[in-house]
């Protein structure tokens, strides 16, 4: 550390880098009592991305390659947002090193790939952010306290349009060896730690998966985000969409569906739960917003709408009154708050972790070796 402030870099600068270095800049404004943070190096391999992070966010130092950064005295902690393919083998050097990381969903390609970055004595963060929307925080709450009687059934969707258009350019997304399980690892990932964080545990899975668009353009150069190919054809090897029933620990019935190719849908994600006594009703695009239903009696029960409140989540951090709208972004700052808060502790997590990873990444193997299978598939512990 320099002047009490902790070193932190950030390896891969696509637009999720860009979202950590912002958040860290942000925490100390939301967040006084926070530790604070130097934005010690930044690395990526695309020519002039580091450097031109390092000039806009005020990095010390950059590098091309980051294993330049592993020996580093100045980084005590880093930000791993390189593509799904190197999460292992990056997030896995700095754990040996002894650095802290905050690593984005969902950790690898597999569970093992996971667990490589588990048992240190150092803080493993994780990416599922969609936790962190105070509303959803007040839903657990709810769920918790049997506001809604007992949980019988519920229906969690995430479902978006960035990967429609049979043009979108065949980048590592929709390789299997370097995008692992497509729509599964990117967007059921955060499915699965949702109904975890609100449901409890899965104990089985039966699922079905497809793949839509089965060729794609390859890309002319470096991408960022989902731009339009120009070269010859190749062909998608991972899933476009899937679509899981799962049974939970306490017996509760699960839909979770997932879609990359979703016309008309633009990052539409959200949840449906049904107790006993009531319901919840939470739509990502409405963040601040939670639905709910309950009623003297189980039938004809009016729904009603709450909005995030000061004592919803860490929803006091940044608004000072209900019905004020949060982003995609103040999620991240939270997220980069509890990693923080999480070193500064020393032994207490704060926050989604590897663990939550691994067991994210279980739920997800065990789908898709339902869709290959055609039968149920238990979810080891």
Request: proline share 5%.
């Amino acid at each position: 550390m320099t002047d009490g402030a902790l070193g932190v870099a950030v390896v891969g600068f696509g637009w999720m880098g860009r979202v950590h270095a912002q958040a860290y800049a942000r925490v100390p404004h939301h967040f006084p009592g926070a530790p604070r943070v130097r934005l010690v190096a930044v690395a990526d391999d695309v020519p002039g991305r580091a450097e031109g992070a390092a000039a806009q966010f005020g990095f010390g130092a950059f590098r091309v390659d980051w294993r330049e950064l592993l020996d580093d005295p100045a980084v005590q902690a880093v930000s791993v947002t390189v593509p799904n393919f190197l999460h292992r083998e990056v997030g896995a050097a700095f754990v040996a090193a002894g650095t802290h990381v905050w690593i984005e969903k969902p950790v690898g390609l597999s569970a093992s790939e996971a667990r490589a970055l588990a048992g240190s004595s150092v803080q493993v963060a994780v990416g599922f952010n969609y936790r962190n929307a105070p509303a959803v925080a007040r839903a657990r709450e709810l769920l918790l306290g049997g506001h809604i009687g007992k949980v019988t059934h519920a229906r969690f969707r995430l479902h978006s349009d960035y990967a429609a258009h049979p043009d979108g350019a065949l980048t590592w997304r929709y390789s299997r060896e370097r995008g692992g399980n497509g729509v599964l690892g990117d967007l059921g990932s955060h499915g699965v730690d949702l109904i975890r964080y609100l449901l409890g545990e899965i104990s089985a899975v039966v699922a079905d998966t497809a793949i839509f668009i089965p060729t794609r353009p390859r890309p002319s150069g470096a991408t960022s985000g989902h731009e339009r190919g120009s070269g010859e054809p190749g062909p998608v090897e991972n899933e476009d969409w899937f679509g899981a029933l799962l049974r939970m620990d306490s017996g509760a019935r699960v839909v979770l569906e997932a879609s990359r190719v979703a016309v008309a849908e633009q990052n539409s994600y959200g949840f449906e739960i049904h107790g006993t006594a009531g319901a919840l009703f939470w739509d990502f695009r409405r963040m601040g917003e939670l639905g709910v239903g309950t009623g003297a009696s189980p039938q004809d029960v009016p729904v009603h709408t709450i909005f995030a409140a000061p004592l919803d989540g860490d929803f006091a951090a940044f608004q000072p009154g209900a019905g004020i709208p949060m982003s995609f972004d103040d999620l991240k700052v939270i997220e980069a708050y509890r990693f923080l808060r999480s070193i500064a502790d020393g032994g207490t997590s704060h926050g989604a972790t590897i663990d939550d990873a691994i067991r994210s990444a279980e739920a997800l193997d065990a789908i898709g070796r339902s869709a290959e299978t055609g039968g149920w598939v238990s979810v080891p512990r």
